[in-house]
Every structure is written in C-alpha cells, then in structure tokens.
C-alpha cells in the first residue's frame, strides 16, 4: 500500500510471465472458480509491480470493459454532474445497471484504490493517478 508509484511501475517480463502461469494452472484445475482464499499466486520474491501489471493487464484485455460499454456515456455524464451526492447517486443507479459480477468486481476494486489513496503520502498515487492509470482499462 506504502510502494511509491505501487501501479505507475511496471513489474519485470519473467516475474509478469510467473504469475499468469500460476493463474492459468489455479484457473484451470478449478474450473475458473477461485475460492481457496489462500492460494499463493505469486512467490514471496515476485516484486509488486508484477502483480500490478497483471491486474491492470487482465482489466485492459477484458472482452467487456468493466464499466461496460453499454454503460459508457452514462459514466461520462454521472461524472460531469454538478454535486458529489448526484454523481454518487448516478454511480450507484448505473452498477444497478450493469452485469452482477461488473458491479462486484468494480466495487472491490474501487474499494482497494481507496485504500492505494489513503497512504498517497507515502505511495504517490493521489485518486487523480489512479484515475489515469485505470481508467483507460476499466472504461472504453
């Protein structure tokens, strides 16, 4: 959470290649469902930019942006609205919108880039970083 630059960097080729390997072994011998909340997927040794670099890569490669593209203008408007309580309102009646496992997913991500921007003291990463490293895999 402390890393400066936590999703500005990007992690080492050989470290990325790991990771999506163990995701595909996991991923396959469980049929896609991940529930063992304590599988390893990634050494201890495997440096953090890596692990970013595969979320942000599996967002970008998502055949359905996580904001959906059915659901884009809307996002855009929500975030033009005049007062925080209308564009929090618009959010919450545009997930109501979207595939359940979207809204899922975007809420827990949403939730750990909150996080990432409570110690942008010490990380760098303000909700405006963020913003510019996400939004173009999470919304096109």
Same mark, same amino acid.
Do not use: C
């Given at each position: 959470?402390?890393?400066?630059?936590?999703?500005?960097?990007?992690?080492?080729?050989?470290?990325?290649?790991?990771?999506?390997? @163990?995701?595909?072994? @996991?991923? &396959?011998?469980?049929?896609? !469902?991940?529930?063992?909340?304590?599988?390893?997927?990634?050494?201890?040794? &495997?440096? @953090?930019?890596?692990?970013?670099?595969?979320?942000?890569?599996?967002?970008?490669?998502?055949?359905?942006?996580?904001?959906? &593209?059915?659901?884009?203008?809307?996002? @855009?408007?929500?975030?033009?609205?005049?007062?925080?309580?209308?564009?929090?309102?618009?959010?919450?009646? =545009?997930?109501?919108?979207?595939?359940?496992?979207?809204?899922? &997913?975007?809420?827990?991500?949403?939730?750990?880039?909150?996080? =990432?921007?409570?110690? !942008?003291?010490? $990380?760098?990463?303000?909700? $405006? $970083?963020?913003?510019?490293?996400?939004?173009?895999? =999470?919304?096109?």
């Amino acid at each position: 959470l402390t890393m400066e630059g936590v999703y500005r960097r990007s992690g080492s080729t050989m470290d990325i290649r790991d990771v999506h390997a @163990v995701i595909s072994r @996991v991923g &396959t011998a469980t049929n896609g !469902q991940f529930s063992d909340s304590d599988a390893t997927i990634a050494p201890d040794d &495997t440096d @953090v930019p890596s692990v970013t670099s595969v979320l942000k890569e599996y967002l970008r490669n998502l055949p359905d942006p996580l904001m959906t &593209t059915d659901t884009y203008t809307l996002w @855009v408007d929500a975030a033009n609205k005049g007062s925080s309580a209308e564009r929090i309102h618009a959010y919450r009646t =545009i997930s109501a919108l979207m595939p359940t496992a979207h809204a899922a &997913t975007l809420r827990f991500l949403m939730r750990h880039l909150k996080r =990432i921007a409570d110690h !942008q003291h010490e $990380n760098k990463m303000t909700p $405006n $970083n963020l913003a510019v490293v996400f939004a173009p895999n =999470i919304l096109r």
